[in-house]
């Protein structure tokens, strides 16, 4: 075989020195090329690892709080209808009670009126039947005192 490999042109000092070359090269590549490379691989997979369950963690946050927002804003809305319904509510009591303290304002009114007006009449028939029972006299007087002559 011997014979075989040297027809060939095979040398074993020559194989050998080539398997110890391509052993220190070996050696040499996995400790300062091979190693640094593959460590800087996993530490740039471990960031990317991160990374993508930061991203997660951050659109369950905004999710979240996308949906606190929602409800918060659903709340604000129904408390200020609520608010508006109840002011609306008491704006017409108000003015309820405002109409119905003007009406009894007008009806005191009108009554302190008719009795102004009544007063004004009594006083007008008082000074009238003064006035004709004066004239009534005088007229007496006037025709007693023609009578008398």
Same mark, same amino acid.
């Given at each position: 075989?011997?014979?075989?490999?040297?027809?060939?042109?095979?040398?074993?000092?020559?194989? #050998?020195?080539?398997?110890? +070359?391509?052993?220190?090269? #070996?050696?040499?590549?996995?400790?300062?090329?091979?190693?640094?490379?593959?460590? /800087?691989?996993?530490?740039?997979?471990?960031?990317?690892?991160?990374?993508?369950?930061?991203?997660?963690?951050?659109?369950?946050?905004?999710?979240? !709080?996308? =949906?606190?927002?929602?409800?918060?804003?659903?709340?604000?809305?129904?408390?200020?209808?609520?608010?508006? =319904? *109840?002011?609306?509510?008491? +704006?017409?009591?108000?003015?309820?009670?405002? /109409?119905?303290?003007?009406?009894?304002? /007008?009806?005191?009114?009108?009554?302190?009126?008719?009795? !102004?007006?009544?007063?004004?009449?009594?006083?007008?028939?008082?000074?009238?039947?003064?006035?004709? !029972?004066?004239?009534?006299?005088? !007229?007496?007087? *006037?025709?007693?005192?023609?009578?008398?002559?």
């Amino acid at each position: 075989m011997s014979e075989i490999l040297g027809k060939i042109g095979f040398d074993w000092h020559v194989a #050998l020195a080539n398997l110890v +070359n391509f052993l220190i090269i #070996l050696f040499v590549l996995k400790r300062y090329a091979f190693k640094p490379i593959s460590k /800087m691989i996993k530490d740039r997979q471990e960031i990317m690892v991160k990374g993508i369950q930061d991203a997660k963690e951050n659109a369950l946050l905004l999710k979240s !709080a996308k =949906e606190e927002y929602e409800k918060t804003l659903s709340k604000a809305r129904i408390e200020a209808n609520e608010i508006f =319904e *109840k002011n609306k509510k008491e +704006n017409e009591k108000r003015k309820t009670e405002m /109409m119905e303290q003007t009406q009894k304002e /007008m009806v005191v009114t009108i009554e302190n009126g008719k009795k !102004a007006l009544e007063s004004e009449k009594i006083k007008m028939l008082n000074e009238v039947k003064n006035e004709v !029972a004066g004239l009534v006299l005088q !007229a007496t007087e *006037k025709v007693m005192g023609e009578k008398n002559k």
